[in-house]
């Protein structure tokens, strides 16, 4: 089955304790996004990959690494979370920009991150 | 800079009614248009999109929309929607050139009530 997973599904953190969201996808896209989506703030892009090797920013990269080693994998790094990242995380995928592509992004499941 | 509003943050609407949730953008260039619908506990899923073509746009689960180009405006469409249609519905517009950037509405949620 073609699809996005995100791991965990869940995670309760405390401030200052760096952790990993790992986001994987099987359809061979070259695109791959995290986005965080927060009452009232709709989805707030925070990094892209266009292809292996190949990372930016989006709109709130404060806080966040990403990598992009391999085509499948686009792990999201918070190497000091805050209380302020709390929040629910989507990793996205797709073949190519989003205007050219004909079927969208794909989405994970969601990750959603409490940090105390 | 592109941007987009939806113009309802809540529509509560009773089963087998017809529901619109409306979507305007502003953008001085040729754009591509989607329609993602979020249900709870879940990632976005495509419901539909606009490209090129013909302007009225037939999705997943009965939803339709309408790209018109005059009031910049991309409103979803359904003739008698169902509770399992209770979602968040998100409007997001990208322009066609190289301008690869999507820009997303705050969402709609549609309640269907009994």
């Known amino acids: 089955e073609a699809q996005v997973t995100q791991n965990p599904r869940y995670l309760i953190t405390v401030t200052g304790k760096k952790l990993t969201v790992t986001c994987s996808q099987n359809?061979?896209?070259?695109?791959m996004s995290w986005y965080r989506q927060d009452p009232g703030l709709g989805l707030r892009q925070i990094y892209y990959?266009?292809?292996?090797?190949?990372?930016d920013k989006g709109d709130v990269p404060e806080g966040y690494k990403v990598s992009r080693k391999e085509k499948r994998n686009f792990p999201l790094i918070l190497e000091s979370p805050s209380p302020n990242q709390t929040s629910l995380y989507f990793c996205?995928?797709?073949?190519?920009?989003?205007?050219?592509?004909?079927?969208?992004?794909?989405f994970g499941s969601g990750t959603r991150l409490t940090v105390v | 800079a592109q941007s987009v509003t939806q113009l309802d943050s809540q529509v509560p609407v009773f089963e087998e009614a017809p529901v619109e949730l409306r979507c305007n953008y502003s953008?001085?260039?040729?754009?591509?248009l989607f329609w993602y619908v979020q249900y709870p506990n879940q990632g976005l899923q495509l419901l539909l999109k606009?490209?090129?073509?013909s302007t009225l746009v037939k999705g997943i689960n009965g939803f339709e929309a309408e790209f018109n180009k005059s009031q910049t405006s991309f409103h979803l469409r359904k003739p008698s929607v169902h509770i399992s249609d209770t979602a968040e519905y998100f409007c997001?517009?990208?322009?066609?050139?190289?301008?690869?950037?999507?820009?997303w509405g705050l969402g709609t949620s549609l309640a269907v009530n009994p």
């Open positions: 953008s001085s260039v040729s754009v591509y």
């Open positions: 997001a517009v990208t322009g066609a050139g190289n301008n690869r950037k999507l820009i």
């Open positions: 990959s266009m292809n292996v090797e190949v990372t």
């Open positions: 606009y490209l090129s073509g």
């Open positions: 359809m061979n896209h070259e695109y």
């Open positions: 996205a995928s797709s073949f190519r920009p989003p205007q050219t592509a004909s079927s969208g992004y794909t």
